[in-house]
């Protein structure tokens, strides 16, 4: 069966944006790729060079990639037509996630007991990612 994965886009700030969610989330990255390791990247900006043009962060049994744009490319923008869902193992597991994606972001719904049984709440986070926090409560 087919995997999905997500992969984001920023405008230069890629590498603050996935040390904060490994501190978020933990283990390692799978890879750490900048413009400048690419062959004929001579003609880009130097500043661009230093850019991420490829990382990776196993989470659960998906991975988080992500990537700098950088010109031609138009910059990338934020909004509300995508948001990253994770599924905890725990209601404790559940709490801590949603506290540090939120932290410098801005809650759009508390973390709250629902009808559907389940611990769930929304955020954006400080990069402009918006966030699905969930709990089954029927995992037993």
């Not at 999905?4 to 933990?26: I, M, P, R």
């Not at 719904?109 to 389940?118: G, L, V």
């Not at 955020?123 to 409560?137: A, C, R």
């Amino acid at each position: 069966m087919a995997t999905v994965n997500t992969y984001l886009n920023f405008n230069g700030n890629t590498e603050e944006a996935f040390n904060f969610y490994k501190s978020v989330f933990g283990g390692q990255f799978l890879a750490v790729q900048r413009f400048k390791d690419m062959p004929g990247c001579e003609g880009m900006k130097t500043d661009d060079q230093e850019k991420l043009m490829h990382i990776a962060l196993p989470i659960g049994g998906n991975i988080l990639m992500g990537t700098d744009i950088t010109e031609p490319m138009p910059p990338a923008t934020f909004g509300t037509g995508i948001s990253i869902s994770v599924d905890a193992s725990s209601e404790d597991e559940a709490y801590t996630i949603f506290k540090n994606l939120s932290e410098g972001g801005k809650v759009t719904m508390s973390m709250e007991k629902t009808f559907w049984n389940a611990l769930f709440g929304m955020l954006t986070d400080k990069f402009g990612i918006q966030w699905m926090v969930n709990y089954d409560y029927d995992k037993k």
